[in-house]
């Protein structure tokens, strides 16, 4: 079992849709959860870090994370296209160097 | 958010040659960077760690003789891919690391080996 798990899609919405991407995870030791996004060809891009449990919003981005479940959500409102990319979920544990990535989702909105 | 840039973007070579791919923080300074491997509709693997002013950290399986890092002051490292081949053909991608949140990512660099 890995120790993130990301469902890779492809994940296909319609353009104003609210989108949701979700990631699980294994260690309980994971307190650093961020999403990245990564459009063809370019370095990932932070979207969102939070620490912890809860919900942290930002524009049109919310990431929540339960740590009870050993899960994490993106939510993306009023989809465009420019969101079409791969989001990829990463999580750390206090004082670890490095992070732990999972698959990546593909996601296109369509216009 | 914090800015980490990528030298060259894009470099085609010989087998055999070496190439040399620079990675840099332009707005902060990084004790630590990572140095990423991505295949096609894959994510990231984590090649090493490079810490300021020590050895780099490699990841089980990777051949340190063949990557190089080198961490010379605290808004650059270097990967070398020493005696290219074929299938080191990949995409490198850089991230530094400004706090125990974050890591930013560089651009990537695009390397096939002919």
């Known amino acids: 079992q890995k120790e993130v798990e990301q469902d890779p899609g492809p994940l296909s919405v319609p353009e104003g849709a609210i989108v949701s991407l979700n990631c699980t995870y294994s260690?309980?030791?994971?307190?650093?959860f961020m999403w990245y996004r990564q459009y063809s060809r370019k370095g990932p891009e932070l979207l969102m870090y939070?620490?912890?449990?809860g919900n942290k919003e930002d524009g049109r981005f919310t990431a929540q994370v339960d740590k009870s479940s050993k899960y994490i959500s993106l939510f993306i409102r009023d989809s465009q296209p420019s969101d079409s990319a791969t989001y990829l979920c990463?999580?750390?544990?206090?004082?670890?160097?490095?992070?732990?990535f999972g698959q990546g989702t593909r996601l296109t909105i369509n216009p | 958010g914090a800015v980490v840039s990528q030298h060259p973007s894009r470099v085609i070579c010989k087998s055999g040659t070496s190439v040399k791919i620079e990675c840099r923080s332009l707005?902060?300074?990084?004790?630590?960077m990572f140095w990423y491997r991505q295949f096609p509709k894959k994510s990231l693997m984590l090649m090493a760690t490079?810490?300021?002013?020590?050895?780099?950290?490699?990841e089980q399986g990777v051949e340190k003789d063949k990557f190089l890092i080198n961490h010379a002051s605290l808004t650059l490292s270097t990967l070398t891919v020493t005696s290219a081949h074929p299938e080191d053909s990949s995409f490198y991608i850089c991230?530094?690391?400004?706090?125990?949140?974050?890591?930013?990512f560089g651009p990537g660099t695009r390397l096939l080996v002919l």
């Open positions: 260690n309980s030791a994971f307190q650093y």
């Open positions: 991230s530094a690391k400004l706090n125990q949140e974050t890591q930013y």
């Open positions: 490079s810490n300021e002013g020590s050895k780099a950290t490699y």
């Open positions: 939070t620490y912890s449990s």
């Open positions: 990463a999580m750390s544990v206090q004082g670890a160097q490095k992070l732990v």
């Open positions: 707005d902060f300074q990084a004790t630590t």
